[in-house]
């Protein structure tokens, strides 16, 4: 998958895409219904996935003006504006998350090249701020709990999330080495000389961000999984 952020923006536009045709099926009543993250129920994602929009538009507006504009104006802001929106209907939520959509689309089409460089927080640049999108969109459409599941994630995705991981794992991530099926060199996180843990791409990606039990995983030597560190 491309590191260009232009690039990226098209396969935003296409995961955001699908998961609101996918969201169109859902019923009012469902937008109380759990999703599979603790406390949070199918409205809580959709609102965060929208609320997630604003705030990275935010970032990009940053960037490209140099005036200082938080994704959040605070924690507890952030938690507020989720609650607020969390029991719409289902027609608003998605009109809500696709206008949130479209201002982001708008900010990233609006940055000139320099500006792309721009070091920000939650981002090494905002060159990274169209991926960390993508993953919003991505791994928030199975915590809706509605059929998506990281075997539905493109090849090109699930290969860079996993890598993505590698490179910066989670604080408290435990040492092991990662031989993803298709891959002829093993990916070490920590110093190798964890466990050697085997498996499709997706299976790995998902279970390392705690979308998967692992259960399709291989360990050697024969053991228990190591526990990952939380992600995000």
């Not at 994704?71 to 609650?83: F, L, N, P």
């Not at 479209?102 to 060159?127: G, H, I, N, V, Y």
């Not at 990281?150 to 794992?169: Q, S, Y």
């Amino acid at each position: 998958m491309t590191m260009d952020p232009l690039v990226l923006m098209t396969d935003v536009e296409d995961a955001t895409e699908a998961l609101l045709r996918a969201s169109g099926s859902l019923a009012d009543g469902e937008m109380g219904a759990p999703s599979l993250l603790p406390g949070w129920t199918v409205g809580h994602v959709l609102t965060h996935l929208a609320r997630n929009a604003d705030a990275l538009t935010n970032l990009l507006t940053w960037a490209r003006t140099g005036v200082e504009t938080p994704a959040y104006a605070s924690a507890e802001d952030r938690t507020a504006g989720i609650e607020a929106g969390a029991a719409r209907p289902v027609a608003e939520q998605l009109a809500d998350l696709r206008a949130a959509h479209e201002r982001f689309a708008d900010a990233a089409a609006a940055m000139p090249a320099a500006a792309w460089t721009t070091r920000l927080p939650l981002a090494k640049s905002a060159a990274a701020v169209p991926w960390l999108r993508l993953c919003e969109v991505e791994v928030h459409r199975i915590d809706l709990g509605r059929g998506y599941t990281p075997a539905d994630w493109p090849d090109a995705f699930a290969l860079r999330l996993l890598r993505a991981i590698v490179t910066d794992p989670p604080a408290g991530s435990p040492d092991m080495v990662l031989r993803p099926f298709g891959l002829e060199h093993p990916l070490v996180i920590g110093s190798g000389a964890g466990p050697v843990v085997g498996g499709p791409t997706r299976a790995l990606a998902a279970w390392l961000i705690g979308r998967a039990d692992g259960a399709d995983l291989t360990v050697s030597p024969d053991g228990e999984l190591p526990e990952p560190a939380r992600w995000r």
